[in-house]
């Protein structure tokens, strides 16, 4: 097996848009494929590196080599976001205590319950509220941070919560997925685990479901991420070669999509702001996630989604297609989240072209209403 990733091209020597094309390639050699193989096997002949494929996979290797460099750090690929995020909460005891936010994405909500109900603790703050989270650190065994939050868009003080949980020696772990390596780098700011849902702007084109986990090169990221392989090896959520694959294709455009949806986020933040049939809009200040509450009830929080045409009614976030969806249709998400809030992920279609579509929703079902 060959194990070697290729020129070992490093964020700090080009620019992000540069590392992101160039990373992870096979070795330049008169006739060598320039794109890492796709390999399919289950096993190794003897005395390789590696000797079993669940253990790993040189298409996984590229495909970490980029994302590490990307953070800052050494990652691992997993079978999903939620099976990062299930190795990255083995850290805590079984029955000790996480600290988070008092709402989160609904699949680490749900594993933070289920993680309650079998004899562990989760103390909650509202995103917000700083001095909870470092009032309640001391009491803490694993700090659990995700900003923005999803769908509030509710925005943590990272810089402070993780320095203040580096300095105590409290582990801490931040769901990179919505803001990307792009704008946030939380192993620069005291993180220790950094998890991602792959599946979203790093694949980037709703074609695969994949998560990972990131960890710093020091002496105790490297033993945290040794319990995280080990975590990944043992329980087997790993990734399947060709998603790794198609995940490493998504993050050669990263840079250009990411730039593209957050321009068109940021002009849509501006213009639903002035919406009649717009509650509120929360937008984060950068990003291409935003989330409105419509002036309306469920019901017509639902025929918005129904009424659109280019923006995709779908369940997920993070593709080159806009998607919406209201949150509260699914009844595991947090009570906290508004019943007419829709959530919209911005891809890279034209902006008029999203605006016309969303406006003409709105006001569509503005108009139906009794
Ligand atoms: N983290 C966040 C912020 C998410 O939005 C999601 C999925 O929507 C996940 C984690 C879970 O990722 P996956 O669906 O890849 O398991």
Redesign the pocket.
């Known amino acids: 097996m060959s194990d070697d990733p290729g020129p070992h091209l490093s964020p700090t020597d080009v620019h992000v848009d540069s590392y992101l094309v160039g990373a992870g390639r096979p070795a330049r050699q008169p006739g060598a494929s320039v794109n890492p193989a796709v390999e399919l096997t289950s096993t190794y002949a003897a005395d390789g590196p590696v000797n079993y494929a669940r253990v790993g996979n040189p298409t996984w290797t590229a495909f970490e080599e980029v994302l590490g460099g990307l953070e800052g750090g050494r990652a691992l690929v997993h079978a ?4 990062a ?1 299930s190795a990255a909460l083995s850290l805590v005891p079984p029955a000790g205590t996480v600290l988070a936010p008092d709402q989160t ?1 609904n ?2 909500w749900d594993l933070l319950t289920a993680f309650e109900a079998s004899g562990g603790t989760v103390l909650r703050r509202h995103a917000t509220d700083t001095a909870g989270f470092l009032d309640d650190l001391a009491r803490a065994d694993l700090v659990w941070l ?1 900003s923005p939050t ?1 769908p509030l868009m509710d925005v943590i003080d990272l810089p402070v919560v993780l320095g203040a949980a580096r300095e105590r020696g409290v582990p801490s772990v931040v ?1 990179n ?2 803001p990307t390596p792009l704008l946030c780098r939380p192993l620069t700011l005291g993180a220790d685990v950094v998890v991602h ?4 702007y790093l694949a980037g084109h709703s074609d695969v ?3 990972a986990t990131v960890v710093g090169t020091d002496a105790r990221g490297q033993a945290i991420g040794e319990r995280l392989r080990l975590h990944r090896t043992l329980h087997g959520a790993i990734a399947g070669p060709l998603e790794v694959y198609l995940a490493l294709r998504g993050l050669r455009t990263l840079a250009l999509r990411f730039e593209r949806a957050s321009a068109s986020a940021a002009e849509l933040a501006r213009r639903l702001a002035d919406h009649a049939f717009v509650e509120r809009v929360r937008y984060p200040g950068s990003g291409a996630m935003l989330a409105i509450d419509v002036a309306g009830d469920a019901a017509a929080a639902e025929r918005v989604c129904a009424a659109t045409t280019l923006w995709l009614h779908s369940t ?2 993070g593709g080159v297609e806009s998607q919406l969806e209201r949150r509260r249709r699914h009844p595991s998400e947090p009570l906290g989240v508004p019943e007419n809030l829709l959530r919209l992920s911005v891809g890279i279609e034209h902006v008029e072209d999203l605006w016309r579509d969303l406006d003409r929703a709105l006001c569509e079902v503005s108009a139906s209403r009794p």
């Not at 999903?80 to 099976?83: E, F, L, N």
């Not at 849902?197 to 979203?200: A, C, D, N």
């Open positions: 999903s976001g939620m099976g995020i994405y699949g680490t995700e999803n769901d997925t919505l849902s792959v599946t979203k479901v994949l998560g997920s976030l």
